[in-house]
């Protein structure tokens, strides 16, 4: 296994139009969380599951964002009508439990035209 | 409220000078968690430390080593005899439990300078 994986790397989307990002964990990974980065600031959490159950959502930006992990493996984050806001760089990261080290994929530019 | 707090936005050395990344953080829990993180170029975060806030001893690892201070509520990173690829973002983050609902600060750029 080589690590927590992102795609797209980067997305580059008109504003208005949907977007879908795909994570896959860390194959034995229980835990997933999503974070976005904007440009010089730390990383903002937005929700994490445990397997396939979604235990925190209320930190998701707005109702436009949702996330799923169907069979508690890979997650979407889904993205309604972007705005030009949404334009951030979109992180991923497995951990066993929630006692062991998160590790994090590469992320997922989005930028919003 | 929770908060971290990395005032240097950039550190430039030159190669083998030591330097130390500031963190000071505000919360009202008793058990906290915090975390250094360094994020190279490439984009991908990399996990340097976990540290809760029961266990106040101070710790090392190679030129790695860290400060926490409940007293000052800081949680200070130093980095001995720096090297090129040290150069990097290092955030430092809090979280109130262990589910990586992380509470991040802003980053320290550390140039590190042949």
């Known amino acids: 296994d080589t690590g927590v994986s992102q795609d797209p790397r980067h997305k580059i989307t008109k504003r208005g139009q949907n977007v879908t990002f795909r994570c896959d964990p860390i194959?034995?990974?229980?835990?997933l969380y999503w974070y976005r980065q904007t440009l010089g600031q730390g990383p903002e959490f937005l929700t994490y599951?445990?397997?396939?159950?979604?235990?925190?959502k209320s930190r998701l930006l707005s109702d436009r964002f949702s996330a799923e992990r169907p069979k508690g493996s890979f997650s979407t984050l889904e993205i309604q009508r972007t705005e030009q806001g949404d334009s951030a760089m979109y992180l991923c990261a497995s951990s066993l439990t929630g006692e062991t080290e998160a590790f994090f994929g590469q992320g997922t530019r989005l930028t919003v035209v | 409220a929770q908060k971290v707090t990395q005032a240097q936005t950039e550190i430039s050395v030159v190669e083998k000078e030591d330097v130390t990344l500031d963190c000071v953080y505000e919360?009202?829990?008793?058990?906290?968690?915090l975390f250094w993180y360094k994020q190279p170029p490439s984009g991908e975060l990399v996990f340097l430390i976990r540290?809760?806030?029961?266990d106040e001893q101070n710790e090392i690892s190679g030129r790695y080593s860290w400060n926490f201070q409940k007293s000052t509520s800081s949680f200070n990173f130093t980095i001995t005899a720096s090297q090129v690829v040290d150069s990097a973002v290092y955030f430092c983050a809090l979280s109130p439990d262990s589910n990586y609902q992380l509470i991040w600060g802003a980053g320290t750029k550390l140039i590190i300078k042949p």
């Open positions: 599951f445990q397997n396939e159950a979604q235990l925190e």
């Open positions: 919360t009202r829990d008793t058990t906290y968690y």
């Open positions: 540290r809760n806030s029961f």
């Open positions: 194959s034995e990974h229980n835990r």
